[in-house]
C-alpha cells in the first residue's frame, strides 16, 4: 500500500524549496562574515542570526516531508554571490535573495493548490506570511541605508544603521497582524 500523501511533484518541489532554504542560509552567512571582516559587528550578529532562522525553514520542510511520508532529497547548495561592495550592496542582495525565494514559495502555493493537496497549501501559508515578514525587514534595512546616503553613506550613519542592527529585533510586524491584533 502507498501510504506517501504527497505527490512525488510536491515532493520534488518541497525538497527543492528545502535547498533553497538552505541556499539562503548560506547567504546570510556570507553576508554576515563579509559584514564581520568589514567592521559591522552589529550587522554580522543580525545576519548571523538570519542564517540560523533560514536553517530553521529549511529544517521545517524537511519535517513536513517526513510527516507526509514522503522522501527527503538532500542536494548540495549552491555558493553565494560575490561579497557585498558596501552595505547598501549588501542588503540590495539580501533583499533580491528574499523576493526570489518569495516567488518560488507561491509557486509551491500554486502547485498544492492545483493538485489539491489541502495539507500542504496550509503549510506553506506559514512561509507566505514570514516572506511577507522577510521583505518587510530587508526593504527597512533598504530606507535606512537610504537616509544615511544609500551607497555613499559614511561614518556616523553606517555607525548608527551598525548600533541599531546589533539588538534588532528579528522580525516585522506584518499588516495582517497590526490591523487585527491591535488596530
Excluded at 539562503?24 to 559587528?41: C, E, K, R, T
Excluded at 554580522?44 to 511520508?69: C, D, S, T, W
Excluded at 495539507?119 to 506559514?126: K, L, P, R, S, Y
Amino acid at each position: 500500500m502507498d501510504i506517501q500523501r504527497v505527490s512525488n511533484t510536491i515532493q520534488e518541489a518541497l525538497n527543492a524549496q528545502m535547498t533553497r532554504e538552505a541556499h539562503a542560509a548560506q547567504i546570510y552567512l556570507s553576508y554576515a562574515a563579509w559584514a564581520a571582516d568589514n567592521g559591522f559587528d552589529g550587522v554580522a550578529n543580525f545576519l548571523f542570526r538570519h542564517a540560523g532562522e533560514e536553517r530553521n525553514h529549511m529544517m521545517k520542510i524537511l519535517e513536513y516531508v517526513l510527516q507526509r511520508n514522503g522522501k527527503v532529497k538532500v542536494t548540495a547548495i549552491p555558493a553565494p554571490d560575490a561579497d557585498p561592495k558596501n552595505l547598501n550592496d549588501c542588503f540590495e542582495k539580501v533583499l533580491k535573495s528574499e523576493i526570489e525565494n518569495t516567488e518560488e514559495i507561491y509557486k509551491l502555493v500554486s502547485m498544492s493548490m492545483a493538485e489539491k493537496d489541502w495539507a500542504t497549501w496550509n503549510f506553506m501559508q506559514w512561509f507566505v506570511k514570514e516572506q511577507i515578514e522577510e521583505e518587510t525587514l530587508a526593504l527597512n534595512l533598504l530606507a535606512k541605508m537610504k537616509i544615511a546616503g544609500g551607497e555613499n553613506a559614511k561614518g556616523d550613519a553606517l555607525y548608527a544603521i551598525d548600533r541599531d542592527l546589533a539588538n534588532a529585533p528579528d522580525d516585522a510586524r506584518s499588516a495582517e497582524d497590526v490591523t487585527t491584533a491591535d488596530p
